[in-house]
């Protein structure tokens, strides 16, 4: 039973190639873009929580001194 479905499956897929083609096409592209901004978002909080520490932001109204 399992086997058919297997064989029903690829009979499909290699019948419509074009759509096979295109979907895995956007099913990787979608996977490297979802990758890529998850390791920039990562990457960009280590760098600023460790740099947060070294540096100060003093913001004074003019003619304050």
Avoid: C, P
């Avoid at 600023?48 to 913001?59: A, D, M, P, R």
């Amino acid at each position: 039973m399992r086997l058919s479905f297997l064989s029903l499956a690829w009979k499909n897929l290699a019948r419509n190639r074009t759509r096979t083609l295109l979907t895995v096409a956007g099913v990787t592209v979608a996977v490297t873009l979802f990758t890529f901004f998850y390791t920039l978002d990562a990457s960009l909080n280590v760098v600023l929580n460790e740099s947060s520490g070294k540096q100060n932001l003093i913001v004074q109204q003019e003619g304050h001194w």
